[in-house]
DNA sequence: CTAAGTGCAAAAGGTTTGCGTCGTT
DNA sequence: AACGACGCAAACCTTTTGCACTTAG
């Protein structure tokens, strides 16, 4: 359904190219795993030093657009992208900042859930839960009883 | 537990104060439901018209760590805020931008798992779940029997 | 008097846009 | 020739930082 041949058929039927550079996104995106626009620009360049951060952007646009790539906001700063088949809930602590993955069989429930009541297909495949680790509600709690 | 007496406690023992500004950014919060914080300044300057957005951002960053509001993305654009009272979760439809609010209590079973799983406590207070509103799969449905 | 808080201007990200050029079809 | 894609530079928007001034304790 995703492969290189079908990818390139549904560009060609709207007039557009898998040109090299945006090859190159998409697979430097697959390697990082999840990856600033920066980063996929710094990876890119290792291959190709001239692309341009704009082709990285509009590149990463479009491949977002077919669904091929899908963009997160972990903390505070740039979002980060990576490949749609690359799934994973992360458990981003907001005390520490530090990120878990854990797999999605967690949200097997609540995507039952909300299909039935609202009618809403829950996209598992990367989403991000803010909350508190367990190191930092431990010293939460030894604060506490001080 | 967070009436304006115990804040201002709070504040104090850090050697800070509840200033005009302050208190005129958790109204705008509270009031606004949710807002970017544009939008905050915006609401603020019109009771008080010389505060700059630098305070804004500043009292927000405060708020957030004192855990009286909470940002979240929504989209792709600027994060909004709101008050840590305001719960619910959001379902962000990636496809028309459509945002619908539901109770937390959808989240509970899923709470009691990460808890007892990974020690991670969720923060369902403000949460932001993307994928596909009722109305965008039938679309996408209507367009694949064609 | 001291330290926190503010406003202003400038800097620093991060992202988008306009445009001239190149390569495909 | 026509159009999509690219690179480059500049614009843009949002957020942060440095600094001088004010003000509450």
Redesign the pocket.
Known sequence: MSDQGSLRST?HQ????M????QLVLDAVRELGHA???QVCRRVQGT?S??????I??????LEELGLVRHTHLG????TYSAEEHEHVHLACHRCGTIDEVSTDLLDDLCRDLLARFGFALDATHLALSGTCRNCRNADAAEERR
């Open positions: 560009l709207r007039g557009m190219r040109t090299p550079q945006r600033t626009p920066e190709a001239t692309v341009n951060i704009t082709t952007y509009r590149a990463l646009d479009l505070h700063g740039a979002p």
